[in-house]
């Protein structure tokens, strides 16, 4: 299952060759390695959350963005995968960014990493609003209509989501072990979920494969596309989260790259099959019904009012489970960071419970930053779409921090693909793209920066539908703009010796060392 034999010594002294000693407790095995990064991702938190959202723009067409969207993906998670074999610690992005470029360029992937997670957390708990009030109307505790776009929607999704973030806090405070079996029993639970409900859906469908063909939504095929491909960017993110629980995992340099590619493997199929089998079962595809309720609305009306909400039962569990995973890839975010003593406030977000290997200064600031961010939603409806936009983008950003270097790095010969370091503690070989390596990083690197773009590009009638509002318009940029600043203010103000790591630096130009 999820939790395994205490830590072995070889994993132990791979992590000390960083510069680090065995703080937290390592007692995750595959299976729990494969479902943080599954559990992050969360297919039915996520498609249920966008459906709507990429069918009011893209019409049934948008299915398709979901295979395109997933290819550019894997070829990030390939990337990643190379990097989790040589560098298995916590902090993923912000360790390998810091190790194939410099401490100030690392220092900033980390930075807008922590924060994209963090609004990615507050996201993923507005996600309750989407189903709760769909299984029981009593679940909308300030009345009016539950719809996420509405004022009392975006104020009920606010109550849910904080309820939501006071139990996942929690539990990323308790224990490492509870957190990995509620993981595990989630991500079990969520996978049977999905595939009962691609096969239920399949034997109600009322239309044809064919439908996926016609766009019909908001203005031009090809604009409409770019905007139905939110969905599928919002959802294939966070598999790198194998990666962040490196060194809580057993044999991390063979473990990780596997559960990060079949994490996004598995989430990616699943969800399209969902996409595909629920656009099949939708009793109407023009009564606007789909694009204002999305995925609810068709299992409650083609399943029966039994059935469907049932299987909604099952979403809440899985976006609990998520919020509360991305939650703690957050959480190992922030500590790795402060464990160099790079972000302010170290010494505590740095302290590690010796009783329960958990670090609870992150996770308490992780879970009170993202309550700050929910109470947006009492603010205006428009800041649903906007939250969830900008932690997209940030991460879309943080990656591309990472893959860029990989591929100055691979262009100037500087990096190995693991010879003469190509091997684990057992003898096995680490996994390498061979000479794919460099076609396969470059395309990575592109699609990132232009999916990046697409996502920020400031579009009123996306973000700002109902007010016109210049503000949430352009939310994302003036987030993204604030986010470099006070980086940017923070490394100006401290002294220099204490932005430069204190622990595991590898020189720049050597990244087959281990």
């Known amino acids: 299952m999820a939790v395994t034999a205490p830590s072995s010594p070889p994993d132990e002294s791979a992590?000390?060759?960083?510069?680090?000693?065995?703080?937290?407790?390592?007692?995750?095995?595959?299976?729990?390695?494969?479902?943080?990064?599954?559990?992050?991702?969360?297919?039915?938190?996520?498609?249920?959350?966008?459906?709507?959202?990429?069918?009011?723009?893209?019409?049934?067409?948008?299915?398709?963005?979901?295979?395109?969207?997933?290819?550019?993906?894997?070829?990030?998670?390939?990337?990643?995968?190379?990097?989790?074999?040589?560098?298995?610690?916590?902090?993923?992005?912000?360790?390998?960014?810091?190790?194939?470029?410099?401490?100030?360029?690392?220092?900033?992937?980390?930075?807008?990493?922590?924060?994209?997670?963090?609004?990615?957390?507050?996201?993923?708990?507005?996600?309750?609003?989407?189903?709760?009030?769909?299984?029981?109307?009593?679940?909308?505790?300030?009345?009016?209509?539950?719809?996420?776009?509405?004022?009392?929607?975006?104020?009920?999704?606010?109550?849910?989501?904080?309820?939501?973030?006071?139990?996942?806090?929690?539990?990323?405070?308790v224990d490492n072990r509870v957190l990995a079996r509620i993981n595990s029993i989630g991500v079990?639970?969520?996978?049977?979920?999905?595939?009962?409900?691609?096969?239920?859906?399949?034997?109600?469908?009322?239309?044809?494969?064919?439908?996926?063909?016609s766009t019909g939504g908001q203005g031009g095929a090809v604009g409409a596309l770019l905007v139905g491909s939110f969905t599928a960017a919002y959802v294939l993110i966070g598999f790198d989260s194998a990666g962040e629980l490196s060194e809580e995992t057993h044999s991390p340099r063979r473990v990780a790259p596997r559960t990060i590619l079949t994490a996004l493997t598995a989430a990616g199929v699943l969800g399209g099959l969902i996409l595909?089998?629920?656009?099949?079962?939708?009793?109407?595809?023009?009564?606007?019904?789909?694009?204002?309720?999305?995925?609810?609305?068709?299992?409650?009306?083609?399943?029966?009012?039994?059935?469907?909400?049932?299987?909604?039962?099952?979403?809440?569990?899985?976006?609990?489970?998520?919020?509360?995973?991305?939650?703690?890839?957050?959480?190992?975010?922030?500590?790795?960071?402060?464990?160099d003593t790079v972000m302010p406030f170290s010494a505590a977000l740095s302290r590690v419970s010796p009783r329960t290997g958990m670090p609870a200064g992150p996770a308490l600031v992780t879970g009170v930053a993202a309550a700050a961010i929910l109470l947006l939603n009492f603010a205006s409806p428009e800041a649903f779409l906007a939250i969830g936009t900008t932690c997209i983008v940030l991460l879309y950003l943080a990656y591309?921090?990472?893959?860029?270097?990989?591929?100055?790095?691979?262009?100037?010969?500087?990096?190995?693909?693991?010879?003469?370091?190509?091997?684990?503690?057992?003898?096995?070989?680490?996994?390498?793209?061979?000479?794919?390596?460099?076609?396969?990083n470059a395309l990575a690197f592109c699609y990132g920066l232009a999916m990046a773009v697409n996502l920020a590009w400031p579009r009123a009638e996306v973000y700002a539908p109902i007010t016109g509002h210049w503000f949430f318009q352009w939310f994302t940029l003036i987030f993204l703009a604030a986010v470099v600043a006070l980086g940017a203010l923070y490394r100006r103000l401290r002294r220099p010796s204490a932005l430069l790591p204190q622990a595991g630096q590898i020189p720049v130009g050597n990244p087959g060392q281990a």
């Not at 709507?52 to 993906?73: E, I, K, R």
């Not at 996978?191 to 063909?213: F, N």
Request: proline share 4%; hydrophobic share 55%.
């Open 276 to 339: 595909f089998a629920g656009l099949l079962a939708a009793p109407s595809l023009t009564d606007g019904r789909l694009a204002a309720e999305g995925l609810s609305y068709v299992l409650t009306s083609s399943l029966g009012d039994w059935v469907g909400k049932l299987l909604l039962a099952d979403v809440v569990l899985a976006i609990t489970v998520a919020t509360m995973a991305i939650q703690t890839a957050a959480t190992r975010m922030l500590f790795s960071m402060a464990r």
């Open 15 to 173: 992590l000390q060759t960083f510069g680090y000693r065995q703080e937290l407790h390592r007692s995750m095995g595959r299976y729990a390695s494969f479902a943080a990064g599954f559990s992050f991702i969360s297919v039915l938190t996520t498609v249920f959350q966008f459906f709507a959202f990429g069918y009011a723009f893209g019409g049934p067409a948008f299915f398709w963005t979901w295979p395109a969207v997933l290819a550019g993906q894997i070829l990030v998670a390939l990337c990643f995968a190379e990097l989790a074999a040589r560098y298995p610690i916590s902090g993923a992005i912000y360790q390998w960014s810091t190790r194939l470029s410099t401490a100030a360029f690392g220092w900033f992937a980390g930075w807008i990493m922590i924060l994209g997670q963090i609004v990615v957390i507050a996201a993923a708990a507005l996600a309750l609003q989407v189903v709760l009030p769909a299984i029981w109307p009593g679940f909308q505790l300030v009345g009016g209509d539950p719809a996420p776009t509405t004022a009392t929607g975006a104020a009920n999704a606010a109550i849910l989501g904080l309820v939501l973030l006071a139990l996942t806090t929690t539990v990323n405070v």
């Open 188 to 213: 079990t639970a969520e996978i049977a979920g999905a595939v009962l409900i691609v096969v239920l859906l399949l034997t109600h469908a009322e239309h044809g494969p064919g439908v996926t063909l």
């Open 400 to 440: 591309a921090m990472v893959t860029g270097p990989l591929l100055f790095q691979r262009l100037r010969g500087g990096w190995r693909g693991g010879a003469p370091a190509g091997f684990a503690e057992d003898g096995s070989r680490l996994f390498s793209m061979g000479r794919w390596g460099l076609p396969v």
